[in-house]
């Protein structure tokens, strides 16, 4: 069966993306990540104020306080969610309330809570642990379904989506929150999906055509599934730009760290994905024929969809 030739472009993607990950490992090293307040300890705040009140007069009216480390976000006209790098102790809730009564006399504290610095500490590190054992949950699982040299394809590609999420974040200097790690962690899962699916064909064929050459054999496993990855991440990109645009501030970090992962976790499981396996040598006899290969060789010849 004739088959697009893909392997230029594959080859000029996976350039793309080596670049694109010195460039967020650089970004990361260098610049590092602007933690919020989850991880750096601080206190939060959820006001009533008049319905006219401007998100720039409470700032003014409470930058003396935290540091001058105060974000605040308007939840709807007149309710402000407040979060500064103070605690909210005795002496600076007292100092918090006369500030905002100054400015209103009828605002109301509906919610306030204090995260320490050593908590924060903890849930960074906790976070770290986290994504660390779900990558090695991911890495035996690859292991276990796929001989290594396309597993390796696999998993850099699913290192190659975090690496780049995280960079994103480092270069432009958005918060980095537990809501970005949970989307982090998305974006695992989401990836996997997809590099799975195109993983899963490549094996099929190998076993459907043991005299293709490796590189027939990834440009059809990409045609065959490319259908199926457009629909998918299309969807979900519509989604989460959603999201991004009418979800506020509270939610663009996740958001954007998702659009990326979607787009990027697309792009790696067509390049290095494939890539890799190429040059470490995966080969039709990496796989034996077994019972089942007349209807893997069945399946085969039928696109996916």
């Known amino acids: 069966m004739k088959t697009l030739n893909l392997t230029r472009l594959r080859h000029l993607m996976s350039l793309i993306s080596i670049v694109a990950l010195l460039l967020s490992v650089l970004a990361i090293s260098t610049r590092g990540f602007n933690l919020g307040l989850d991880f750096t300890g601080g206190a939060f705040a ?26 605040v ?3 709807e006209p007149g309710r402000f969610l407040i979060r500064m ?3 909210l102790d005795t002496q600076t809730l007292a100092d918090f309330n006369q500030s905002l009564l100054q400015l209103d006399p009828t605002m109301q504290v509906l919610d306030r809570d204090s995260v320490s610095p050593q908590v924060g500490q903890e849930l960074f590190e906790q976070g770290g642990l986290a994504l660390l054992i779900a990558m090695l949950c991911i ?20 290192v190659h989506d975090v690496v780049l999420v995280l960079g994103v974040f480092a270069l432009t200097g958005m918060e980095f929150n537990l809501t970005v790690l949970a989307a982090v962690l998305a974006v695992l899962g989401y990836s996997l999906n997809d590099s799975i699916i195109i993983a ?15 590189t027939e054999v990834n440009d059809a496993a990409i045609v065959q599934t490319f259908s199926r ?15 991004w645009l009418l979800g506020g501030a509270p939610l663009e970090g996740f958001a954007v760290a998702m659009f990326v992962g979607i787009v990027t976790g697309t792009f790696s ?8 396996p190429e040059l470490l040598g995966l080969s039709p006899a990496h796989y034996r024929k077994t019972p089942d290969s007349e209807l893997l060789a069945e399946n085969a010849s039928q696109p996916r969809r």
């Open 46 to 71: 959820e006001v009533a104020m008049a319905t006219d009140t401007r998100i720039d007069q409470v700032e003014i009216a409470l930058a003396h306080l935290g540091d001058g480390s105060i974000s």
């Open 73 to 75: 976000v308007a939840t």
């Open 85 to 87: 790098g103070a605690t």
């Open 269 to 276: 499981s067509v390049s290095v994905g494939t890539v890799l």
């Open 229 to 243: 990855t457009m629909v998918t991440s299309g969807t979900t990109l519509i989604t989460v730009g959603a999201l």
């Open 139 to 158: 890495l035996g699982y690859l292991s276990l379904r796929f001989e290594w040299r396309l597993a390796a394809g696999a998993l850099f590609a699913l």
């Open 200 to 214: 899963d064909r490549i094996r099929e064929l190998l076993i459907a055509r043991p005299k293709s050459r490796l």
